[in-house]
């Protein structure tokens, strides 16, 4: 379990050493190598707790339960998409150690948040998966990074003082670990409960807090945009259902209204969704809707909710980055993003419109894909513990529908014919390896249920 966290820090440290033409295949190699030990290593179970700071609750205290472990293994995964994604030109550049290795401290902060069962210690995990992309965006997005990257940079600040207050209220209270037999006084979890709820409505995110994410994916580079939205923003709901364990009174109260909240979010994602213009803003904004779903099954507070949250953040985590991998390729094929612009793409590059074809029906919900078993899984908690939120699902699945056939039908027809004659054996290009090691799971999750359920060591959705 160690390893997770300390292969990526070797790697950090021997960065600065390695000559520019093994920065990639390095980088690649340390993706790798962490996602077979959260494939093949990790078990639920597992656990690690080491005094470090007693004076201040601070135990270096890690652990691997059945929530965790998937997103440890997507964590991984994501990472090594993003690292095949990575490419010389405008937007990214293998030769810059800048951006990798702020792109490894994300995923090491996102590990140690994941971990994490010691609240002082996942407050620095998540830190430390936010802060980069600060710079990730400021150094290498678009025309308008600076603005998107302190947009960024001030939503996160206000998050990130939320957190630690209401963790510090917590540590003062000598609650320091998640599974603490320490009781909290109902009166402060209602306190740190609004505290973490700003936290979680900013960094999940809920609406009408999103506004910042549109523009940092706006601008962000492509492999950073993968990973901010496969894995990173999943640090938040992942802390959501943490400390839940222990408000549980103010868990309990806030439910429904959490709940609606979060079909709120998913209507809203979906209607924000089918008004883009552009390919990049249509998948954040469709990340929102996602997001929706996660939020109404973890308010439920039932292992079956958890496990649908859980599904979804892995389904979400592998369709959103190969969007936006798509959504870059789209603009080297096309020129541009915007999806007025889409016509003709099938005809110069069928096999991306293949993959985008696959991403798109997961979006949808479209049963054989990862979305599905999540999403269907908090229909079914949501029709037995609050079924008004049928009434925001109902609507918003038609919207997202619509929203991802329009963007399909754009890209399959239409077109000149000698858009033809450019190029049909995509199959080669360079980067396509991060869109199979999505594509691939993608599928793998959604047909085959009985493999995740015995990996993760988890009953099903009952």
């Known amino acids: 379990m160690l390893a997770l966290l300390i292969i990526p820090g070797i790697f950090l440290v021997i960065l600065p050493l390695l000559p520019d033409n093994w920065l990639k295949p390095a980088f690649v190699a340390m993706a790798f190598s962490d996602l077979l030990l959260a494939l093949f290593v990790l078990a639920p179970g597992e656990s690690i707790d080491v005094a470090w700071w007693p004076q201040l609750g601070l135990n270096f205290a890690l652990g691997v339960s059945r929530y965790n472990q998937p997103l440890l293994w997507l964590n991984g995964l994501v990472l090594l998409s993003s690292a095949l994604a990575t490419k010389a030109g405008k937007a990214w550049s293998p030769l810059s150690k800048g951006s990798i290795f702020w792109l490894s401290t994300a995923y090491l902060g996102v590990s140690l948040a994941f971990l994490s069962q010691n609240l002082l210690l996942y407050f620095v995990g998540f830190e430390m998966a936010v802060l980069p992309f600060f710079l990730l965006v400021r150094k290498d997005g678009g025309e308008n990074r600076r603005q998107a990257a302190f947009y960024f940079l001030g939503f996160s600040a206000v998050a990130g003082m939320m957190l630690l207050a209401a963790v510090l209220s917590l540590v003062v209270r000598h609650v320091t670990g998640f599974y603490s037999n320490h009781s909290v006084p109902v009166g402060l979890q209602f306190v740190v409960y609004l505290l973490l709820l700003a936290t979680w409505a900013i960094k999940t995110p809920l609406w009408p807090f999103h506004l910042w994410l549109p523009q940092t994916h706006g601008e962000a580079s492509t492999p950073a945009s993968m990973y901010l939205s496969g894995v990173a923003l999943k640090v938040a709901p992942y802390g959501f259902l943490l400390f839940s364990h222990i408000l549980p009174i103010a868990s309990h109260r806030a439910s429904p209204t959490l709940a609606m909240w979060g079909g709120i979010t998913l209507l809203a994602g979906s209607l924000l969704a089918l008004g883009q213009r552009d390919l990049k803003q249509t998948v954040a904004q469709s990340s929102i809707a996602s997001m929706g779903y996660v939020m109404i099954a973890l308010s439920l507070g039932t292992p079956a909710g958890d496990q649908a949250a859980v599904l979804v953040m892995v389904g979400h985590g592998l369709a959103s980055p190969l969007l936006f991998w798509i959504a870059g390729e ?6 541009s993003r915007q999806l007025d612009d889409l016509p003709g793409l099938y005809r110069k590059d069928p096999f991306l419109v293949t993959f985008l074809s696959v991403a798109a029906f997961a979006y949808m919900g479209i049963p054989g894909l990862a ?36 963007v399909l039908a754009r890209a399959r027809f239409g077109g000149r014919d000698q858009d033809s004659a450019i190029s049909r054996l995509s199959f080669g290009r360079q980067g396509t390896g991060s869109g199979l090691w999505l594509t691939v799971p993608l599928l793998w999750v959604g047909l085959f249920p009985e493999w995740w359920i015995h990996l993760w060591h988890w009953g099903g959705l009952r």
């Open 371 to 406: 979305l599905f078993p999540g999403e269907f899984g908090v229909i079914l908690v949501a029709f037995r513990h609050m079924p008004a939120t049928l009434y925001l699902i109902g609507p918003g699945i038609l919207v997202m529908a619509a929203t991802w056939l329009r």
């Open 330 to 335: 789209v603009e080297k094929v096309q020129g």
